[in-house]
């Protein structure tokens, strides 16, 4: 099995601040910047074993581990540098902030080194997000899904932390433990937060998170994974801190075991337990960069790998971490989200001269909320809701063409708190697209393109028994899918914009867009996220034009550090409304191993 990827850089989330920037001075990195516009183009000289994955006697990868392969003779000695080697790097689109940008699909295999993915084939173009895992590179968004047997060969160890990566606890190596860990600190200046509506004054914002892992491999067929997480927040004219994604004490934010195995011709599994999930297209949910403490949930999962065909059914609870005291979070029931995706690689070709991969996806989303307010002419009317979402996304690369094309149709229905109040049937969409044109072939092979969304909106001047047509996405799409500062949510609204990525080095990369927005429905709210609507009713559709701009710079393999900026234009009708433009910039720093 070849591991795919594409040497497509994209961007991130960010950090930056004086105190991160000091921090990286003080340990003294020396990283040099090479002025390489194909950020793989260095890799093949050092040494990488071609498979990690043995054969199965059908021809199928086997998942039940790897064996190891002679590495291939390199031009350059192996390295194994320390921390600050930045040498051989992953490239940066496993970062998971980059999931929610249009993705190449580059077939070029990377050295088995850089990447520790699981056995799934095709589905591990674009570092494993078509898998239904998340990005899964050097490091993965969901660590468990990374797979780091290939170390029971020294030879593959190129980092002086793999000795913690791969731990075997018997004699044949079948046995093993891999612990992980993460710290990321972010800081926030909003100059008018949420378009002023929060604070007078400028609010600076800081929060860091520290999670640890480990993953227990008991033979070819069981695992245990658990992780420990902590967030603190403070600053200064802060706000949004409730509610227990903020600031968490010590909990558990991951405990599940998996039983897998070759049957069916298929790589099945099923996980029973308390787990991240991100098996949906960005613009529904994505890794958690902030708030700090990522969406966890309970529940079981079971998967299954054919060779162009995968399903995935899930049926989970959001666990509930609003606790304040340590190990009390606890299996929530106040919101469920079930369903199942399916996912079928077209058959590679060949188009322009360039390997090409496309995914169709389809999928069915289940979301049982507890609390769901929709608008009112003037607030908000408290209620439950259930939506049944159905939906398709055609995405990949055809050529030098990288794109994503979805669409979702919502039912269900909305049942106020007020008993007297009749339930509201609902009937909603969604309209998701991207599409990026790549020059290869000049400096920094940049990708080029235009983002469009159209999400219906309801109607807040119809009756009670009326029905509702606004699109709930009700667990926080990727910040870096629409408006990084999030002051406008996936609801009620139509976008378009330019958007650029450029690899503006071997370990660098720049993404710019420039959406603007307008309401789909001006007879609805304008939105913060699904189930917070602004108070102010401006006239007119017209929103806000909000340019924006991400810089990630991937230090070492342990290092990344990222900077965002973002200036909210507020239309006039918003300001007379009682809204303000202003700015939103963000920093980031993340040490991972």
């Not at 940049?446 to 219906?456: E, F, L, V």
Request: glycine fraction near 10%.
């Amino acid at each position: 099995m070849k591991h795919n990827c594409l040497p497509y850089s994209r961007i991130l989330t960010a950090p930056l601040v004086a105190g991160s920037v000091g921090l990286l001075v003080a340990l003294g990195c020396s990283t040099t910047l090479a002025a390489e516009t194909a950020p793989l183009a260095a890799f093949p000289q050092y040494p990488h074993t071609p498979t990690t994955h043995k054969a199965s006697a059908n021809g199928q990868p086997d998942p039940h581990g790897a064996t190891p392969v002679a590495p291939v003779t390199a031009t350059a000695p192996r390295r194994t540098g320390g921390f600050w080697d930045n040498m051989l790097l992953p490239p940066l689109t496993s970062r998971p902030e980059a999931y929610g940008q249009p993705q190449s699909l580059e077939l070029s295999p990377l050295p088995s080194a850089l990447l520790h993915q699981g056995p799934w084939g095709v589905f591990n173009s674009n570092t494993g997000a078509a898998a239904g895992f998340g990005t899964v590179g050097y490091y993965a968004v969901s660590r468990w899904a990374e797979d780091w047997s290939n170390l029971r060969d020294k030879r593959n160890r190129i980092d002086w932390m793999d000795p913690l990566k791969y731990i075997p606890l018997n004699q044949s190596g079948s046995i093993y433990l891999s612990l992980s860990g993460n710290f990321r600190q972010h800081n926030f200046y909003d100059q008018k937060a949420g378009f002023g509506t929060l604070r007078t004054a400028p609010a600076y914002r800081q929060n860091m998170r520290w999670n640890a892992g480990a993953d227990l491999h008991l033979g070819e067929h069981v695992r245990l994974y658990g992780e420990l997480l902590s967030a603190q927040a403070g600053g200064t004219n802060y706000y949004g801190y409730a509610g227990g994604r903020w600031r968490s004490k010590l909990d558990a934010q991951q405990a599940f075991v998996e039983v897998k195995g070759h049957v069916l011709n298929a790589n099945m599994g099923v996980m029973v337990g308390r787990m991240t999930f991100l098996d949906a297209p960005p613009y529904i949910t994505a890794g958690s960069v902030y708030p700090a403490v990522p969406y966890s949930w309970n529940g079981v999962r079971g998967y299954a790998f054919w060779k162009r065909f995968r399903v995935d059914l899930f049926d989970l609870t959001l666990t509930n971490n609003a606790p304040t005291t340590a190990f009390h979070d606890q299996v929530g029931y106040r919101t469920r989200w079930y369903g199942a995706y399916t996912s079928y690689a077209v058959p590679e070709f060949k188009l322009m001269g360039r390997s090409s991969q496309i995914f169709v996806d389809t999928f069915y989303m289940g979301y049982l909320l507890a609390s769901s307010p929709i608008a009112s002419a003037t607030g908000t009317i408290a209620g439950s809701t259930r939506r049944d979402t159905p939906g398709s996304r055609i995405w990949g690369n055809a050529g030098p063409i990288e794109f994503s094309l979805g669409g979702m149709w919502q039912g269900g229905e909305f049942r106020p708190a007020k008993q007297a109040s009749p339930t509201r049937a609902v009937s909603a969409y969604s309209l998701n697209a991207q599409i990026s044109w790549r020059f290869a072939k000049w400096w920094g092979r940049p990708a080029i393109g235009i983002q469009a969304d159209d999400i219906s909106g309801g109607n807040t001047h119809k009756g009670p028994n009326s029905t509702w047509n606004s699109f709930l996405s009700p667990f926080v799409p990727s910040a870096y899918y629409l408006d990084m500062s999030t002051y406008i949510g996936n609801a009620n609204l139509i976008d378009v914009g330019p958007i650029a990525t450029v690899a503006t080095s071997r370990n660098t990369t720049l993404l710019m867009k420039v959406p603007v927005v307008w309401r789909s429905s001006t007879n609805d709210a304008i939105y913060a996220n699904s189930t917070a609507a602004y108070r102010f009713r401006p006239s007119g559709g017209y929103t806000a034009t909000m340019p924006q701009a991400s810089f990630t710079w991937r230090a070492t393999r342990h290092v990344t550090f990222s900077l965002d900026g973002e200036y909210i234009f507020a239309s006039k009708a918003m300001v007379k409304a009682g809204a303000s433009s202003g700015a939103y910039v963000q920093s980031n720093l993340e040490l991972t191993f």
